[in-house]
């Protein structure tokens, strides 16, 4: 069965960091370009980083540059996300998604499967 499992969310303090988890089952990340992706209640859907192994690009939003970084590790069939200097404005639900794409892109129409996703909380 295909699924993608996020993890690692939380509520921490603005200029706090979380790392997040994206665990795959029933298909093999490496073969795919994977995302990620934030929403907040009513609005629409928001690229924040993806991952492509096959020519080893990324990618990241202008809102997370610098702050934020995706990586793999594909004996364990998990990508990640490390999130540093987190601000306000990164609350949301963060979803991991993976397409058999060519290259990385921050548009979700492009991603077939997609995870439950985990909350982020920054306030003080």
């Known amino acids: 069965q295909v699924q993608l499992v996020e993890s690692g969310g939380g509520s921490v303090q603005p200029g706090g960091s979380l790392r997040l988890s994206c665990a795959a089952s029933?298909?093999?990340?490496?073969?795919?370009?994977i995302g990620w992706f934030r929403q907040a209640p009513g609005k629409e859907r928001e690229g924040v980083s993806c991952?492509?192994?096959?020519?080893?690009?990324?990618d990241y939003a202008d809102s997370v540059k610098g702050r934020f970084t995706i990586s793999n590790d594909n004996a364990k069939n998990t990508v990640y996300l490390q999130m540093n200097s987190l601000k306000p404005e990164d609350t949301d639900v963060y979803y991991c998604?993976?397409?058999?794409?060519?290259?990385?892109?921050?548009?979700?129409?492009?991603?077939?499967?997609w995870g439950q996703g985990t909350q982020v909380t920054v306030s003080s």
């Open positions: 998604a993976a397409g058999l794409i060519e290259g990385c892109t921050l548009d979700p129409i492009f991603y077939e499967y």
């Open positions: 029933g298909f093999t990340l490496e073969y795919y370009v």
């Open positions: 991952i492509s192994s096959s020519d080893g690009s990324t």
